[in-house]
């Protein structure tokens, strides 16, 4: 998994590169709504890590649960075929493996 930017709609927006074009879909809004509170984000997830749950943290296009050994990522307006909302889930040090490449990525635009 890894992240670049792409110009998208006369910006640049950050995509995550994986197999399913679904789970692709989640990060990519997850990663769009972390880039301005990347902080808040990295924060949350040490919280995770140190046994914390932090269930109900939403954004413009995603919702987040934080578990100590994932983070469950559902999307809030797209579903799949079947009508249910596009979920994934990843491990915590993936999450941060996202936020810290997006961090890289969008540093490299500057």
């Known amino acids: 998994m890894r992240v670049e930017y792409k110009f998208i709609n ?4 950050p995509r995550v590169v994986v ?3 679904l789970q692709a879909e989640v990060l990519n809004c997850f990663l769009e709504d972390a880039e301005n509170s990347l902080p808040i984000y990295l924060d949350l997830i040490g919280k995770a890590e140190n046994g ?3 269930l109900g943290s939403s954004s413009n296009q995603v919702g987040v649960d934080f578990y100590p050994d994932r ?3 559902e999307h809030l307006w797209a579903n799949d075929e079947n009508g249910e909302p596009l979920y994934t889930e990843i491990s915590l040090s993936e999450a941060k493996k996202l936020l810290q490449n997006l961090h890289l ?3 490299s635009l500057k």
């Open 19 to 21: 197999e399913s074009s």
């Open 105 to 107: 990525a969008k540093s």
């Open 52 to 54: 914390e749950e932090i």
């Open 71 to 73: 983070i469950s990522i």
């Open 10 to 13: 006369e910006t640049f927006r």
